[in-house]
């Protein structure tokens, strides 16, 4: 496996690849990789000839008084569950490798941005958007991969990729979690024990808005008022939002519907996890 840190390093692979016909998956991440990035990365060695993971923690993409510094980060443990899932090249850029000092170009969007994790963190997609452009551009994948824990991400790079005419497929895969449910992500790390089960609450929350649906309930207003009634009894739980919008333009709707977005980002003490799910699936 190949572990470049340069843009001009990937290019060189990259460039050899498409010689030869093969085909590129792309998966970016953010490192501290767990079996929701693993599945990201077995999809994509199944379908693609080589598949390349990013691990970079992209400082745009943090508002300032997220926890940038803190993110976790153990790139000898990423690197070794790459090779074991024949990942071809890592890419490990430093932050002054993708952005020089006087970069000043910014992919943007309107309207999909506004809702949800966007109306909490303002310049989060800006971050995002650009990244997974750049990533897109140097990396030439025929295929990216994109998990649905991050649903408006991925609903935010499905709608650039479109608008921007980008040539390649995204690919969503589905939320891969503990046992006990709580959706697995590099976050959960910061959780201390009792915050932990406190945790449990999120996929609860879904789990009464899903049962609603499931026995007929179709008022987003009732659904919602049920799933903030479950989440206001854990003490150590403080909503930012919990939203029920259109899965694809990511803007609240009164009914929901087959492809609904049912989505939540809950502050567990200082901690923000997100979790969703999609109606009908
Ligand atoms: P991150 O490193 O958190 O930026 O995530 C990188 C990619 O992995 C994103 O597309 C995420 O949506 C995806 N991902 C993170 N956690 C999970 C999970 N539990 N299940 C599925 N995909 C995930």
């Given at each position: 496996m190949i572990i470049a840190t340069t843009v001009a390093e990937v290019r060189e692979h990259v460039q050899s690849w498409k010689m030869n016909g093969l085909s590129i998956g792309l998966v970016p991440t953010m490192g501290f990789l767990h079996e929701g990035h693993a599945s990201l990365m077995e999809r994509a060695t199944r379908e693609c000839d080589r598949v390349v993971v990013s691990i970079f923690v992209n400082?745009?993409?943090?508002?300032?008084?997220?926890?940038l510094e803190s993110y976790p980060r153990d790139f000898e443990s990423d690197s070794a569950l790459c090779a074991e899932k024949g990942v071809a090249l890592v890419f490990h850029p430093e932050a002054t490798e993708m952005y020089a000092p006087d970069f000043c170009t910014y992919v943007d969007m309107d309207?999909?941005?506004?809702?949800?994790?966007g109306a909490s963190r303002p310049t989060h997609f800006r971050g995002v958007c650009t990244v997974v452009s750049k990533l897109i551009n140097i990396t030439k994948p025929d295929r990216s991969y994109f998990g649905q824990k991050d649903a408006q991400q991925l609903a935010v790079v499905r709608r650039m990729v479109r608008d921007l005419d980008m040539d390649v497929e995204i690919i969503g895969c589905p939320i891969v979690r503990e046992t006990d449910g709580l959706a697995k992500s590099s976050?959960?790390?910061?959780?201390?024990p009792e915050e932990r089960i406190a945790a449990l609450v999120l996929s609860r929350a879904l789990g009464a808005g899903r049962q609603m649906v499931a026995e007929g309930g179709r008022d987003s207003n009732e659904i919602l008022s049920v799933m903030r009634s479950v989440i206001d009894t854990e003490p150590l739980a403080r909503i930012d939002y919990v939203e029920i919008v259109?899965?694809?333009?990511?803007q609240p709707i009164e009914s929901v519907n087959t492809g609904t977005l049912i989505a939540m980002a809950v502050y567990i003490g200082r901690t923000r996890l997100i979790d969703n799910f999609i109606v009908g699936e």
């Open positions: 400082p745009i993409q943090f508002g300032p008084t997220e926890d309207r999909v941005t506004k809702t949800l994790c976050r959960n790390t910061y959780l201390r259109d899965g694809v333009s990511m």
